[in-house]
């Protein structure tokens, strides 16, 4: 909390993942856009895939309704305000704070959405860093802006 004295209620603070390199620039906009609406914003994507609930290690017998999900990236931002707010109840409450919108979450606040990026890809397995290699690599052609 003392590493917020010089923060202004109304600063957007952005917390980001080195792990994904290729954040866009509009998604950045429109989450501090979104911040300053409403206190927060994570950047996210709507789910493409069937999505399935996994009820054992290896098989599932339920589809969950992929309308219903997001995939929660990283930048995501509070308010100077919003953080010291969530830093006190979560130490009066015992949550732990281990990201932004996690804790935002257990206290039982809303997260609002911002625009994620399909580019914005976490590199965490060995697939992940021939992927990021191909993305660095090309330019996406004038027909598909």
Known sequence: MMALGEVADDDVLIVHDAVRPLVAADSISDMIRVCKEHDNAMTVLDCADTMYLRQSPDATGQVVERAGLVRGQTPECVSGKRMREMYKRAAEQGVEIDSIS?????????????????RNIKLTRTEDIELFKALLATERDEWLK
Do not use: H, T
């Open 102 to 118: 996690a804790p935002q979450v257990a206290l039982g606040w809303q997260i609002y959405f911002a625009k994620g990026s399909e």
